[in-house]
């Protein structure tokens, strides 16, 4: 990224042509933090329309299904959509900072940033990923019951099991290991950046 590589010539002093001047390492941190804000208020925002689809689309299933337990698995996973909402609005960012403060104090803060980042991703399975979980292995359980009082085979709802289990398992390595990896990666070369620039 281009800010990526102004910094790199500044904080580890490979700058080429004449050197950037203080108010340019501000300009660099800002725009920086701003762009980070950015794209978490992007993925906050997309989080949000697709748990508000989720309540709306398992709302209209709990309405149509077969049997009480049926019903309440697609409640849960329905009632999972605003709890998700509500978390992502409530937790999904850090506040952002004033334009008047400093280089340090928008270094200081992209760290904070990171840090709250790596923690939300860290606990993925438990505030997003299994109030849906236990609601659509209520769902199937009620389906399984329905499909056999009707003396239908209900191994085949397994399948929907399998599928939902592998997408749930991929979502938590999405986030967990590699969201969580690369976060760790920016946070400690700002870091590192940090003390360079200290030094000078």
């Known amino acids: 990224m281009a800010d990526n590589d102004e910094l790199d010539q ?15 390492m501000l300009t660099i941190a800002m725009r920086r933090a701003n762009r980070f804000d950015r794209t978490i208020q ?11 689809l989720l309540t709306v689309l398992f709302s209209v299933m709990a309405w149509k299904s077969p049997n009480a337990l049926a019903c309440a698995g697609n409640l849960v996973v329905a009632a ?33 940033k990171y840090e709250h980042q790596i923690r939300l991703l860290k606990n993925v399975k438990y505030w997003y990923l299994l109030p849906p979980y236990i609601g659509l ?3 199937s359980v009620g389906q399984v019951m329905a499909q056999t009082a009707q003396g239908r085979p209900g191994w085949p709802e397994l399948i929907a099991v399998i599928v939902y289990t592998a997408v749930f398992g991929f979502v938590w390595w ?5 969201g969580v990896r690369k976060l760790k990666s920016d946070h400690a070369r ?3 950046e940090m003390d360079v620039s200290a030094e000078e």
């Open 174 to 178: 999405l986030n967990e290991r590699y």
């Open 42 to 52: 992007v993925r906050n925002g997309v989080e949000c329309g697709a748990a508000a």
């Open 80 to 112: 999972s959509g605003v709890w998700i909402a509500f978390y992502m609005l409530r937790y999904g960012r850090e506040t952002s900072l004033a334009e008047d403060r400093t280089l340090a104090d928008f270094q200081h803060a992209l760290l904070l």
């Open 10 to 24: 500044l904080w580890c002093g490979q700058a080429i042509g004449p050197p950037i001047k203080g108010e340019d």
């Open 137 to 139: 292995l209520l769902a």
């Open 190 to 192: 700002l870091v590192a």
